[in-house]
């Protein structure tokens, strides 16, 4: 099996900063790509943001785009979202993803809040 723990929420002011972080381990596997989500209350799960993990190609949903950043360091298999600029609306529980199978993300973390205050 395959575990992701996500690391980083809090709570912060609005125009602060935040980088949350997922460490993937467990048996071995192959690594395509890894993301977030994330799901605010009372709304659908939404796409943020992904990477691919040999190319480094980077993927992010319209409204992070310009704030968040997402990185990777392929010899710790761990991702990095850095979130800059955060507005109220980024409050939401945010979900590291992992796809260990083309077209899929198979694997998901327990989730890690981010509060955002006006």
């Known amino acids: 099996q395959v575990q992701l723990v996500e690391s980083g929420g809090g709570l912060v002011q609005a125009g602060g900063s935040l980088r949350l972080s997922c460490v993937a381990s467990?048996?071995?596997?192959?690594?395509?790509?890894m993301g977030w989500f994330r799901q605010a209350p009372g709304k659908e799960r939404e796409f943020v943001a992904a990477?691919?993990?040999?190319?480094?190609?980077?993927y992010y949903a319209d409204s992070v785009k310009g704030r968040f950043t997402i990185s990777r360091d392929n010899a710790k298999n761990t991702e990095y979202l850095q979130m800059n600029s955060l507005k109220p609306e980024d409050t939401a529980v945010y979900y590291c993803?992992?796809?260990?199978?083309?077209?899929?993300?198979?694997?998901w973390g327990q989730g890690t809040q981010v509060t955002v205050s006006s």
């Open positions: 993803v992992l796809s260990t199978i083309r077209g899929k993300y198979d694997y």
């Open positions: 467990g048996r071995t596997f192959t690594n395509i790509a």
């Open positions: 990477i691919n993990w040999s190319a480094g190609t980077t």
